[in-house]
């Protein structure tokens, strides 16, 4: 796997407390606590979320929402606070791809694709996700639908139509075929079956599948429908800034996604992602914020897996998705070390590894992203400062601070090692192996190939 000049060492504690006068408690009044423990999403639940992103079919060998289900601790574990399903919606038939379709080929809106299970199994996951702590968003594609979608029949007039008057498919998608979004009456259509999955299923938000392909103003006019009093969380595929005015919490960093993917081949070097962060105020708001990925759906099928594009880079790079300002997603196997395109279009699934090193540093990173302040990367995300190293090209260091808190982190991002100075001082804890490391203006830091540190205050 990864050479690093730090190891992840994990130590898993159990603490168990015992009070003879206390009174036991009972079935119920735990159903009540748990109940009590989970509260509604707000703004201020991002800046702490991992996302987990799950491609129900090939999750299990089942391919269900039970399977998705019994692993949620095991999702939790990980510091997700997000669990953001690819479409469970029945796949159109009429132009189909290959055996069962793509998910994003929808013939129903409000209905279940029957290879995942039932209505009431989707319900049970809902609540299992809620009982751990954690908010469900469904993926949402509302540029188009599949052709055998009730409303192709039923009202040809909320399709585009192309120059010989005659609905068509968006780009090469052959399978579905594009929604007119000038009909205020579809637009309300879709709105209504939006608010059934928040209303009767107690879903959270959505991922939005290809946002920018929907004008903005169609957006605009649903958040205040869809939250209707309540906060919901709002994930944009976009790296359009005007949709975040009104309507999306988060947009994709898809930039610095390729910008990690080049350095990674050495087509590029620090100076990009220094490029890349010096541009963010000069284009979005000062309260919008990304998610952050080395894979995902997308990318894991058409583009290759992380260790395809990544090499040795992998550990590296998920750390960095945890430290920029921003949230971080998992795409369901990276936990796993697994190393294969899933197939798209058919059945396949994931293979489970029990000695997977992902997985602890998963954990370690979850952990570092949900118990401290300086990488909270929302809304109210902690400050970033770019440090002067004496190998900027080569060396990413920078300084994460929110109000009294504050780390760093400093990654080798080439194949060579390296030796150089950053400009801290003082003795700090390294957050992914706990050791301390002690820093002063002569210090020589040497960073293997691919190597990062995480440094937090010691308490």
């Not at 299970?117 to 639908?145: C, P, Q, R, S």
């Not at 000695?355 to 109210?380: D, H, I, P, Q, W």
């Not at 808190?405 to 801290?424: G, M």
Request: charged letters at 30%.
């Amino acid at each position: 796997m990864i050479k690093k000049i730090i190891g992840v060492s994990l130590v898993a504690g159990l603490f168990l407390a015992s009070c003879t006068t206390k009174k036991e408690e009972t079935t119920e009044d735990k159903e009540i606590t748990k109940e009590a423990a989970f509260l509604p999403f707000t703004a201020d639940m991002a800046e702490t979320s991992v996302v987990y992103e799950v491609n129900v079919r090939q999750f299990s060998p089942e391919g269900t929402f039970a399977a998705v289900t019994k692993e949620i601790p095991n999702i939790k574990k990980l510091g997700v606070k997000i669990l953001w399903l690819m479409p469970i919606y029945p796949i159109g038939v009429e132009n189909r791809k290959e055996g069962l379709g793509s998910y994003y080929s929808i013939k129903d809106y409000r209905g279940i694709n029957p290879e995942f299970g039932t209505a009431d199994d989707f319900k049970k996951l809902v609540d299992e996700a809620h009982k751990n702590g954690i908010y469900v968003i469904m993926d949402w594609v509302a540029n188009h639908t599949a052709w055998d979608h009730p409303w192709v029949e039923q009202h040809p007039d909320w399709y585009e139509k192309d120059k010989n008057g005659k609905m068509h498919s968006p780009y090469d998608w052959t399978d579905v075929v594009a929604l007119n979004f000038d009909n205020k009456e579809m637009r309300q259509a879709m709105i209504a079956d939006m608010k059934y999955w928040l209303d009767d299923f107690k879903v959270d938000g959505f991922r939005c599948d290809m946002a920018h392909e929907v004008p903005t103003n169609f957006w605009e006019e649903a958040k205040p429908q869809l939250a209707n009093g309540r906060e919901i969380f709002m994930l944009g595929e976009t790296e359009n800034a005007d949709l975040l005015v009104n309507a999306f919490d988060a947009a994709y960093g898809w930039e610095i996604h390729h910008i990690m993917n080049d350095i990674a081949k050495g087509k590029k070097n620090v100076s990009a992602i220094d490029t890349y962060m010096d541009s963010i105020p000069k284009k979005w708001q000062a309260d919008d914020y990304k998610l952050l990925f080395t894979s995902n759906h997308d990318e894991n099928s058409w583009a290759g897996t992380e260790y395809e594009r990544m090499g040795d880079a992998v550990e590296t790079f998920a750390a960095l998705t945890y430290t920029l300002p921003g949230i971080p997603l998992i795409y369901n196997g990276q936990e796993e070390d697994f190393n294969r395109r899933l197939k798209f279009f058919v059945k396949d699934s994931i293979d489970r590894n029990p000695n997977s090193k992902m997985r602890g540093v998963y954990e370690k990173l979850g952990e570092l992203k949900v118990t401290n302040e300086a990488f909270n990367g929302a809304k109210k995300a902690a400050s970033y400062e770019r440090l002067k190293t004496s190998d900027d090209k080569a060396i990413l260091a920078f300084k994460r601070k929110k109000n009294t808190t504050e780390a760093y982190f400093i990654a080798n991002l080439t194949k060579a090692e390296k030796e150089v100075t950053v400009p801290i001082n003082g003795v700090y804890k390294n957050f992914m192996n706990n050791e301390n490391v002690t820093f002063d203006a002569a210090t020589k830091l040497k960073l293997k190939p691919w190597g990062y540190l995480i440094l937090v205050q010691k308490k």
